[in-house]
């Protein structure tokens, strides 16, 4: 069946590092690609998603690519700031539901 | 618009109790899904809905079941808890449930079983 596979975490950075979390997935057909963001005590926010190959996703700062010669959709931000600390979740999108990878907690030290 | 609320917000509960989760998704959203999320294992998904219908399940229990009204407004009830139960159930709606939507996901139901 369809799954994602994160980076293990926690990732702790300085603020203004370069962040990058790892996203692979395995799955039939063309799925659509997504990163949601959780803060704490709140539900999940949509961050960034992409439909097809070779689409950017991108919000706030940070930018995904759907390649689908590596079957990856890694997170990027050039700058990251104290208020990116949150857990961020990849996720495809298939029949009806989403298929999340387990969760990256990202902790960014002033 | 106003966002996908739930109630309760949180929840405690004795083992063998059942509970009922309610969620109201943004207007004119149709379809409606269910997460489970624990420490363990993630977020599971646990079934949707699209026009009173349930049209996907995860692999859970009997003990999990759902229903969706008219006015696309859910349910979702466990019964018989299990202290295995104890999570954050999330809701989240969409359009129609098509795979290249977003979800848009609610702040969450804490349920906590003793």
């Known amino acids: 069946g369809d799954s994602v596979t994160q980076m293990e975490g926690p990732v702790t950075l300085s603020e203004e590092a370069f962040l990058t979390i790892n996203c692979t997935y395995t799955a039939t057909g063309y799925p659509s690609l997504f990163w949601y963001v959780q803060y704490p005590g709140e539900g999940l926010q949509l961050l960034l998603k992409?439909?097809?190959?070779?689409d950017k996703g991108s919000n706030k700062g940070f930018e995904a690519t759907y390649r689908k010669e590596t079957t990856s959709f890694h997170l990027e931000k050039g700058s990251v700031q104290v208020s990116d600390s949150a857990v961020y979740f990849c996720?495809?999108?298939?029949?009806?539901?989403?298929?999340f990878g387990q969760g990256t907690r990202l902790t960014i030290n002033p | 618009k106003a966002g996908v609320t739930q109630t309760p917000r949180y929840l405690i509960k004795t083992r063998g109790q059942q509970v009922t989760l309610s969620c109201s998704p943004i207007s004119g959203h149709r379809s409606v899904s269910w997460y489970q999320q624990t420490p363990g294992q993630g977020l599971q998904f646990l079934f949707e809905?699209?026009?009173?219908?349930?049209?996907n399940k995860g692999n859970f229990p009997g003990r999990f079941s759902g229903r969706q009204f008219s006015n696309s407004r859910s349910e979702m009830n466990v019964s018989t808890l299990e202290l295995g139960d104890s999570a954050l159930y999330l809701c989240?709606?969409?359009?129609?449930?098509?795979?290249?939507?977003?979800?848009?996901f609610g702040p969450g139901t804490r349920l906590l079983v003793l």
């Open positions: 989240a709606s969409s359009p129609i449930g098509g795979s290249q939507e977003t979800q848009y």
């Open positions: 992409a439909t097809k190959a070779d």
């Open positions: 809905y699209f026009s009173e219908t349930q049209r």
């Open positions: 996720a495809l999108g298939g029949a009806q539901k989403l298929v």
